[in-house]
C-alpha cells in the first residue's frame, strides 16, 4: 500500500510514477481498469519529495503501521 494525500492505494494499481524535481511534484497514474484519476502530490522541499520516492522505491523503513 503507498500513501498519497491521506489515501492509501495498492501498490499493484499503479502504472507510472512521473517525478519532477524542478517544481518538487509527484504525479502517479493509476491502471486503466482501476478508474482512477491521477494524483498530484506537491512538496515543500527536496528532503520529503526524496523520503516520499524512497518509500515508494522500498529503501529503507517506512515509520508508519499500519494495522
Excluded: A
Excluded at 489515501?7 to 502517479?28: A, E, G, S, T
Excluded at 515543500?44 to 529503501?59: A, Q, R, T, V
Aim: no cysteine; glycine share 6%.
Amino acid at each position: 500500500m503507498v500513501q498519497l494525500k491521506n489515501n492509501l492505494y495498492p501498490i499493484q494499481n499503479i502504472r507510472n510514477v512521473v517525478i519532477d524535481r524542478d517544481k518538487l511534484m509527484l504525479v502517479v497514474y493509476f491502471n486503466p481498469n482501476t478508474g482512477l484519476y491521477p494524483v498530484t502530490q506537491e512538496f515543500n522541499e527536496m528532503k520529503e519529495l526524496d523520503e516520499k520516492i524512497n518509500e515508494l522505491l522500498g529503501k529503507g523503513k517506512t515509520k508508519r503501521l499500519l494495522g
